[in-house]
């Protein structure tokens, strides 16, 4: 008997590779949880258990120095992904957008895509003791239908469900299709990431 793998769901999973970005861009989505009036409101309004810039802030590269170099690095990030995944593309993929997340404890974000992207990711700058993990969908899930469930210790690749636990300066990277949700936050400190787009 052959099994032939196929249709195969490729993560891009790295670190950025100037550690000492890590606390600068901490420090840096700390004081836009502060003074971003505009993103506070879009919080209470959305019921965001926590802070974001994604529905106030469009242009953190040109706004702060931490970020600009973070857009370098995820520049390179996105082109070797790219690469890996064989994508024609008729120049490297270019960041649509990036906005930082501070969840609160008990916060989540459930189940979605990123529409009108093609590579999506997350980069994370604080994950204390208990954070959520990236809770990943197979998307076949939806087509599967009388398809009985797998033995826990089927390998990971054949899971319903993936969970990815990250660390401070973890960059992950995958297709913007791909259904991906952030269960709830279970430490007893923020728990805190930038997430970006490249179109």
């Known amino acids: 008997m052959t099994l032939r793998p196929l249709f195969v769901t ?12 890590v606390p600068e861009l901490a420090d840096a989505c700390r004081l836009l ?9 879009w919080c209470r309004e959305h019921r965001y258990p926590g802070y974001t810039s994604y529905g106030s802030l469009n242009d953190l590269p040109k706004r702060m120095p931490e970020f600009e170099a973070l ?4 520049d390179r990030h996105a082109k070797a992904y790219a690469r890996a995944l064989n994508f024609q593309l008729a120049r490297k993929p270019k960041l649509d957008n990036l906005w930082v ?16 992207a093609v590579l999506s990711g997350t980069v994370y700058i604080e994950v ?15 087509m599967m239908m009388a398809r009985p469930g797998v ?11 993936v969970y990815l636990k990250p660390r401070p300066g ?3 990277m995958w297709e913007s299709w791909l ?9 007893k400190a923020e728990r805190i990431s930038i997430s970006f787009n490249y179109a």
Not at 133 to 139: F, I, Q, V
């Open 170 to 172: 973890t960059v992950l």
């Open 151 to 161: 033995a826990p210790d089927a390998p990971e690749a054949e899971q319903p469900f």
């Open 128 to 142: 204390p003791e208990g954070a959520s993990a990236l809770k990943l969908e197979d998307p076949r899930l939806p």
């Open 179 to 187: 259904r991906h949700e952030v269960p709830p936050n279970g430490a």
């Open 33 to 41: 949880a502060a003074e971003d009036g505009a993103g506070r409101a």
């Open 101 to 116: 997340n501070v969840l609160k404890p008990g916060g989540g974000h459930t189940g979605h895509i990123h529409p009108h």
């Open 71 to 74: 857009k370098r690095e995820l």
């Open 10 to 21: 490729q993560i891009y999973q790295s670190e950025l590779s100037e550690a000492g970005l």
